[in-house]
């Protein structure tokens, strides 16, 4: 944090302590009104430069959503909770009729004027995630995921098979397991269950232990596949981003500044589940907690200094958070650009951001719940400081709604829409070099599914030849998604100029030393010297996973660590 910035974070809460605790007052209020997406848009502030555009609302069916996902052709799937909160008591809120709709741009120019449900009857869908020309759905209640399949090319999914079974879910629907997104390491991931999944586009899905991240609504992934987690419940906001879950759950003290916790609304009506501790004298959220649906900026439609930001969001004080990633010497540091002020936020009581993602076109598009209660029933109950807050302002009044908006800016035109169902495998290779996360990933997915081994040679030719960075390492990832990534592949990430491919082949290498190559582990030892402190990291807990008990292919990994560690001047 600059000098300027600190004196500002030190007045800041330096006034806040003089403040007079605030005192919870239910006196009645005008009732909250539901306004138009029109009425809405002008309460919504942001910087100089970007706006946002609406895509969908209630107008075009679409109510409750909580998230969004597109498929190989740039179709919109969203995840409709029909049944939350429609009243105070949340009652009948585990009726089968909500949806999960589907959502086209028939002139491909990015206005979405075909609208249909693609599957109904669901009890409140949390993840969505398109495969090829299927389409994999969790509800709540349940950890078994269903794959979906429009077999007669109407829109509407007429197919339905278990693809992963994972048996009933308990507890409240606020911490149940969300995110399925699939991964650079081609691993499928979610927050709550302390495993992953890995697919091959044929055979059942293959279950792997690994820590629990700890994360609650929303998971988002980096250029380097590491996923970020965030933690509401718990008012942790971004957590456990040091390093990919796989090699542990790990926070450091200063990866954040002291204040990064603190948020700026633009209104308040101190209708936050932590009462008046969690609430400024003008009624106003003072922390986060309902931190979700975080995104990392991985697209080149906005200006350079956003890529590698990530946003999160912040439900309760009606505001997006924009999160300045930074690594310093192997740590990762997060921290508010905007000072005291937030990057996205609203006046409007009713504004819900709740899930984001960057889409096909590079812009990112923000899931808006769009309604008066927030909170499930459970933190509602009579008596409850809560709901005095919700029958003193009517909240409870407001809900069938729901919007998706588009971020863009004056600078910079939204990108081409996708037509990857109807590509080949060699034309898919092409997009694993897109400046856009999205594309990449897709490409890479759609890939691995199909299993197609014929571009082997092409994927190896851009994984040892390429001339993006960010190419290589998802053709390096492909490569190993086919089961077709060889040790001289590996060898020539390990001895690239380039840190970021240094670290990927470390990654990926581990597979093929699970498989029984251990010859790669004198390659990796290699790298204990390495000036990067990011690849010395990535060594040390490769070497730690390999020579767990559970692998055994490294076995004199602890001394080896040790060893790195006494020498090493890193602070990571």
Not at 184 to 190: E, S
Not at 398 to 403: K, P
Not at 405 to 430: I, N, S, Y
């Given at each position: 944090m600059n000098k300027s910035l600190f004196l500002l974070a030190a007045c800041a809460l330096a006034v806040a302590a003089d403040?007079?605790?605030?005192?919870?007052?239910?006196?009645?209020?005008?009732?909250?009104?539901?306004?138009?997406?029109?009425?809405?848009?002008?309460?919504?502030?942001?910087?100089?430069?970007?706006?946002?555009?609406?895509?969908?609302?209630?107008?075009?069916?679409?109510?409750?959503?909580?998230?969004?996902?597109?498929?190989g052709n740039g179709r919109m799937y969203v995840a409709e909770l029909r049944t939350y909160m429609q009243e105070i008591d949340g009652k009948n809120e585990h009726d089968p009729i909500s949806v999960v709709s589907r959502?086209?741009?028939?002139?491909?120019?990015?206005?979405?004027?075909?609208?249909?449900?693609?599957?109904?009857?669901?009890?409140?869908?949390?993840?969505?995630?398109?495969?090829?020309?299927?389409?994999?759905?969790?509800?709540?209640d349940t950890q078994d995921i269903f794959v979906y399949r429009d077999t007669k090319g109407t829109g509407v999914a007429d197919s339905k098979q278990l693809w992963f079974q994972g048996g009933p879910k308990g507890g409240n629907l606020e911490h149940q397991q969300s995110g399925l997104i699939w991964a650079?390491?081609?691993?499928?991931?979610?927050t709550y269950n302390?495993?992953?999944?890995?697919?091959?586009?044929?055979?059942?899905p293959l279950k792997q232990a690994i820590p629990n991240g700890g994360g609650q609504w929303g998971l988002a992934q980096d250029d380097m596949g590491k996923i970020w987690w965030s933690n509401a419940g718990g008012e942790k906001g971004l957590w456990h981003f040091q390093t990919p879950i796989l090699y542990g759950a790990y926070d450091i003290k200063g990866q954040f500044p002291t204040d990064f916790m603190q948020v700026w609304p633009l209104i308040g009506l101190a209708d936050h589940q932590g009462?008046?501790?969690?609430?400024?004298?003008?009624?106003?959220?003072?922390?986060?907690?309902?931190?979700?649906?975080?995104?990392?900026?991985?697209?080149?439609?906005?200006?350079a200094d956003f890529r590698g930001d990530v946003l999160i969001s912040e439900?309760?004080?009606?505001?997006?958070?924009?999160?300045?990633?930074?690594?310093?010497?192997?740590?990762?540091?997060?921290?508010?650009?905007?000072?005291?002020?937030?990057?996205?936020?609203?006046?409007d009581p009713n504004f819900r951001i709740v899930n984001m993602t960057v889409g096909p076109d590079g812009c990112l598009y923000l899931v808006d719940m769009y309604r008066g209660i927030i909170q499930e029933g459970n933190w509602v109950r009579e008596g409850s400081y809560l709901r005095k807050v919700v029958?003193?302002?009517?909240?409870?009044?407001?809900?069938?709604?729901?919007?998706?908006?588009?971020?863009?800016?004056?600078?910079?035109?939204?990108?081409?829409?996708?037509?990857?169902?109807?590509?080949?495998?060699?034309?898919?290779?092409?997009?694993?070099?897109?400046?856009?996360?999205?594309?990449?990933?897709?490409?890479?997915?759609?890939?691995?599914?199909?299993?197609?081994?014929?571009?082997?040679?092409?994927?190896?030719?851009?994984?040892?030849?390429?001339?993006?960075?960010?190419?290589?390492?998802?053709?390096l990832w492909t490569l190993e998604g086919l089961g077709a990534l060889d040790a001289k592949v590996v060898a020539a990430f390990l001895t690239d100029a380039d840190a970021r491919l240094r670290a990927q082949g470390l990654r990926a290498g581990e597979s093929l030393v699970r498989a029984g190559d251990i010859t790669l582990i004198a390659e990796f030892r290699k790298l204990a010297a390495d000036k990067d402190a990011t690849v010395v990291l990535q060594l040390l807990m490769t070497a730690k996973l390999l020579g767990s008990n559970e692998v055994k292919a490294w076995p004199d990994s602890p001394k080896f660590i040790q060893q790195t560690l006494m020498t090493s001047t890193s602070k990571g």
């Open positions: 403040q007079p605790p605030y005192v919870p007052d239910f006196t009645p209020q005008p009732a909250v009104k539901a306004l138009t997406p029109e009425q809405e848009l002008a309460t919504i502030q942001l910087p100089k430069g970007y706006r946002l555009e609406l895509v969908l609302s209630e107008r075009d069916g679409v109510r409750e959503p909580v998230n969004v996902t597109f498929d959502h086209e741009s028939t002139k491909r120019d990015g206005r979405f004027d075909k609208h249909m449900i693609y599957r109904d009857k669901l009890i409140l869908p949390r993840m969505v995630l398109p495969l090829d020309d299927r389409v994999l759905i969790n509800e709540t650079l390491d081609n691993n499928l991931y979610q302390a495993y992953r999944l890995r697919w091959n586009g044929a055979q059942p009462g008046a501790g969690r609430t400024l004298p003008d009624k106003k959220l003072n922390h986060f907690t309902a931190s979700c649906g975080q995104e990392v900026v991985r697209t080149d439609r906005y200006p439900p309760v004080g009606r505001l997006v958070r924009r999160a300045k990633v930074a690594v310093d010497d192997g740590i990762t540091r997060i921290s508010n650009p905007h000072g005291q002020s937030e990057f996205i936020r609203s006046s029958q003193q302002y009517s909240l409870d009044k407001v809900a069938g709604y729901g919007r998706i908006w588009r971020l863009v800016h004056d600078d910079f035109k939204p990108g081409p829409q996708p037509r990857m169902l109807e590509e080949t495998p060699a034309q898919l290779v092409a997009h694993l070099s897109s400046p856009i996360g999205w594309w990449r990933d897709t490409a890479q997915k759609l890939l691995v599914v199909k299993g197609d081994r014929s571009v082997v040679p092409a994927l190896t030719e851009l994984a040892l030849k390429g001339k993006d960075a960010l190419g290589r390492i998802h053709a």
